[in-house]
T-cell receptor
Framework: GQQLNQSPQSMFIQEGEDVSMNCTSS?????WLWYKQDPGEGPVLLIA?????ELTSNGRLTAQFGITRKDSFLNISASIPSDVGIYFC??????????????FGQGTILTVHP | NAGVMQNPRHLVRRRGQEARLRCSPMKGHSHVYWYRQLPEEGLKFMVY????????ESGMPKERFSAEFPKEGPSILRIQQVVRGDSAAYFC????????????????FGPGTRLTVL
């Protein structure tokens, strides 16, 4: 199947530091999504990217859709304790009856030390 | 607007029993998706439904699992004769539309149902 490789698996950082995580795919597709999951909750959409090369910001978060359409990164600037959680990249199938299906990366566990 | 609602939040079943998980999509959303998450893993797609129709069930095991989204009422994910390997968090997501690519087909997730099989 089409896999998403997300790295790093986990990060331990100090409050105030910047964070970067990325996702790669073996195939091309049209949408990259970044979600955050807090413990015991469902994923919450952070940023959606629809075009190759697109760079989008949401507060301290910035994400880019790679030019090759096979990768994306998410940056968090000036991290704060509430950034703790699991960050997932996801892609949506391009067409057919499985259009709505999301495929998720393995997740990046972020720990922020005050 | 209320978000996606799921109940129960926690469900404990013994091997061989049935589990029924409910999902009420956001108001105005007609598309429902079910995902399963094992500990320390990403979410895995199970099934995609519209009102009264199953659109894609490619991620759902052929046996013991079924899903429905009736004209009235919540979507139901049903697991018969549960086994320990069914223990996981089950998430429902809904979206108002699809095939637009402009954000209206964004999926919004519920808080999940954590199923524990003893």
């Amino acid at each position: 199947g089409q896999q998403l490789n997300q790295s790093p698996q986990s990060m331990f950082i100090q409050e105030g530091e910047d964070v970067s995580m990325n996702c790669t795919s073996s195939s091309i597709f049209n949408t990259w999504l970044w979600y955050k999951q807090d413990p015991g909750e469902g994923p919450v959409l952070l940023i959606a990217l629809y075009k190759a090369g697109e760079l989008t910001s949401n507060g301290r978060l910035t994400a880019q859709f790679g030019i090759t359409r096979k990768d994306s990164f998410l940056n968090i600037s000036a991290s704060i304790p509430s950034d703790v959680g699991i960050y997932f990249c996801a892609r949506r199938n391009a067409g057919g009856t499985s259009y709505g299906k999301l495929t998720f990366g393995q997740g990046t566990i972020l720990t922020v030390h005050p | 607007n209320a978000g996606v609602m799921q109940n129960p939040r926690h469900l404990v079943r013994r091997r061989g029993q049935e589990a029924r998980l409910r999902c009420s999509p956001m108001k105005g959303h007609s598309h429902v998706y079910w995902y399963r998450q094992l500990p320390e893993e990403g979410l895995k797609f199970m099934v995609y439904l519209q009102k009264e129709n199953i659109i894609d069930e490619s991620g759902m095991p052929k046996e013991r699992f079924s899903a429905e989204f009736p004209k009235e009422g919540p979507s139901i994910l049903r697991i018969q004769q549960v086994v320990r390997g069914d223990s996981a968090a089950y998430f429902c997501a809904s979206s108002p539309d699809q095939l637009t690519g402009n954000g209206t087909d964004t999926q919004y997730f519920g808080p999940g149902t954590r199923l524990t099989v003893l």
